[in-house]
């Protein structure tokens, strides 16, 4: 019986399956045990003691006078049953434990396999229902093992693998087997008839979890997330609203001294986090959004849903961000598209808009100029070669060529 017995206490042990579905499994394993021996379980009792991890095997047949045996599954003569016990009468109900070396070797061994492939299965559906029902929940686990594509890591709470692909990280994400790693439950897929749990750094609702942690009133219901945008690991705009006059929600999620959103940003490698107070104004929306820039005017068409942003030359940098991340951010996060003008009092008399010089640039160049707020010839001359570099995703050759038709339309000077 130990053999089977020791299978049961050792699958039973830190898994989740619950106590009924263990006990019919058991049943049933035991049952096709008796079955194959007796050719019926119909006169059998199958005990399981959960608690102790063992279980009783009974056979119980009615007793009959010795000769009056008719049916030897369901009967026993008075004699046998005396063998069994010495008090049993005819009419009683005769009780004969059964031990699992009754059963032979090989059918022992055929259980046990039977019971350890039914609780692995069960396993694996309860992993599966179980982190099914907890995607978009924070999971802290170490590192197991660190693959070409991905990175196993086991969950701190239910010792389960977890997957973190290399797509799913932050970049600059760096891990070492043994590192604590936190991330969000994305998804669980079957995959060869085991369940796969996925996790990941680089959804919103990572930053949206981590902010409800850090932010008492953003889990009180106090202040709501209304939409969040990312570039992981580089930047994003959170856009916060509060039902309650009396908190500043901005405030409230920064911290003092940021002392709450340093805690995230942190364990985002350093994402640069603007926090921003939602309004249904739209120009005030798309103002905010473009933090840290100072914007002068914003002209919209709500038709084509596209917004044309004055800046003074000095805020055209900050509004477009390092590789144009800012204005992407705020186009995504406000779902206008955002054209960035420089807004200059003094207009130069003999300069010439971009749009003029079509037939000798291609329209997508003059648009990449446009995105940096150069808008005019003179605009673009301003700059040098390396700063257009630097600031739009043209190619040195392609802006050296620029540089000249634009400087020959000022030739003469």
């Excluded at 959170?238 to 340093?262: L, N």
Aim: net charge negative; with cysteine; proline share 2%.
């Amino acid at each position: 019986m130990m053999n089977l017995v020791d299978t049961f206490s050792e699958f039973k042990t830190g898994k989740n399956i619950d106590r009924p579905t263990m006990v019919r499994v058991l049943e049933d394993v035991f049952r096709t045990l008796i079955r194959k021996k007796y050719g019926s379980d119909e006169n059998f009792d199958v005990i399981v003691n959960t608690t102790k991890g063992d279980l009783e095997l009974w056979r119980v047949r009615a007793i009959v006078p010795d000769g009056e045996v008719t049916d030897e599954s369901s009967q026993i003569s008075i004699s046998e049953a005396q063998s069994i016990d010495e008090d049993y009468e005819i009419g009683e109900e005769c009780y004969e434990q059964l031990f699992l070396e009754d059963f032979g070797r090989r059918a022992i061994m055929a259980a046990r396999q039977t019971l350890i492939s039914r609780i692995m299965e069960l396993e694996k559906d309860e992993v599966f229902k179980r982190y099914s029902e907890r995607i978009g929940d924070v999971v802290i686990g170490e590192v197991h093992q660190i693959l070409k594509r991905e990175i196993l890591v086991l969950d701190d709470a239910t010792g389960s693998e977890l997957v973190l692909p290399r797509t799913e990280m932050i970049r600059g994400d760096y891990f070492r087997k043994g590192d604590m790693v936190k991330a969000v439950i994305k998804r669980v897929e079957m995959k060869n008839n085991a369940p796969v749990v996925i996790i990941s750094r680089t959804e919103n609702v990572f930053l949206e979890k981590l902010m409800e942690q850090e932010v008492p009133e953003i889990e009180d219901g106090l202040i709501t997330i209304k939409r969040i945008v990312r570039i992981p690991g580089e930047r994003a705009k959170v856009a916060v609203e509060s039902y309650d006059d009396r908190i500043d929600p901005v405030g409230a999620c920064v911290g003092m001294k940021g002392s709450r959103i340093h805690g995230i940003v942190r364990e985002l490698r350093n994402e640069n986090i603007d926090i921003v107070n939602y309004t249904n104004n739209i120009v005030l929306y798309i103002q905010r959004a473009l933090t840290p820039a100072k914007v002068t005017n914003i002209e919209l068409d709500l038709d084509s849903r596209r917004a044309s942003v004055y800046l003074k030359p000095d805020q055209v940098s900050l509004a477009i961000g390092k590789g144009g991340s800012n204005i992407k951010l705020a186009s995504r996060l406000t779902e206008f598209e955002i054209d960035v003008y420089r807004d200059s009092d003094e207009i130069e008399v003999d300069d010439v808009e971009l749009d003029e010089f079509s037939d000798e640039i291609e329209p997508w160049i003059i648009d990449e100029l446009k995105n940096i707020g150069c808008d005019t010839a003179r605009s673009v001359l301003k700059l040098s070669k390396e700063e257009l570099v630097r600031r739009s995703d043209l190619e040195e050759e392609t802006i050296m060529e620029v540089l000249n038709i634009l400087a020959s339309e000022f030739e003469d000077e």
